[in-house]
């Protein structure tokens, strides 16, 4: 499956549960908690298979943006507070890895540009397989989001 922006009402909810028993314990955990109450940090879910991630932090021009890319987990992002903006390419074209995998983190940055840009606006899910680099954080004042971690088969 390739990156793409849910809206929580769609059917397209239905799609990536069926495709992963995972992905309908996230879709569970958002049907019984309010993310906008939850405390910063992490948030077990099922142990290193599915945990949540509550941060905030100051967004930034497109133009500051790093790409990123995870080996183990899809990273599903929720903007909470407004919209955010989301630089995204093909981990496939990107060639100047800034470093090597941070593997106990699950992450490597690249000094590539994104191709292209995705917005997803509050409460809407935008998820990210290991296949695409993406860029968060694209926009101007404080964003709260919240990040589920998906492990990979």
Same mark, same amino acid.
């Given at each position: ?20 028993? $995972?992905?309908? =314990?996230?879709?569970?955990?958002? =049907? /019984? ?22 941060? /905030? ?27 955010? $903006?989301?630089?995204?390419?093909? $981990? ?5 890895? $800034? ?29 990210? /397989? ?6 968060p954080m694209i926009g101007s004042g404080t964003q709260? =989001? ?8």
């Amino acid at each position: 499956m390739q990156s793409i922006v849910i809206k929580p009402e769609s059917d397209e909810t239905h799609r990536w549960a069926a495709a992963d028993a $995972r992905f309908g =314990k996230m879709f569970d955990y958002l =049907k /019984t908690h309010s993310l906008d109450t939850l405390a910063e940090g992490r948030h077990e879910i099922d142990g290193e298979e599915i945990f949540l991630l509550i941060v /905030t932090g100051e967004m930034h021009p497109a133009s500051n943006g790093v790409l990123e890319a995870h080996d183990r987990y899809f990273d599903v992002q929720i903007p909470l507070l407004q919209p955010e $903006r989301f630089g995204l390419a093909s $981990r496939a074209q990107c060639h100047a890895p $800034r470093g090597t995998m941070d593997t106990a983190a699950d992450i490597l940055f690249f000094d590539d540009s994104p191709r292209r840009y995705v917005d997803a606006g509050p409460g809407e899910l935008i998820v990210f /397989t290991p296949e695409t680099a993406h860029a968060p954080m694209i926009g101007s004042g404080t964003q709260r =989001k919240a990040v589920f971690k998906i492990k990979c088969n």
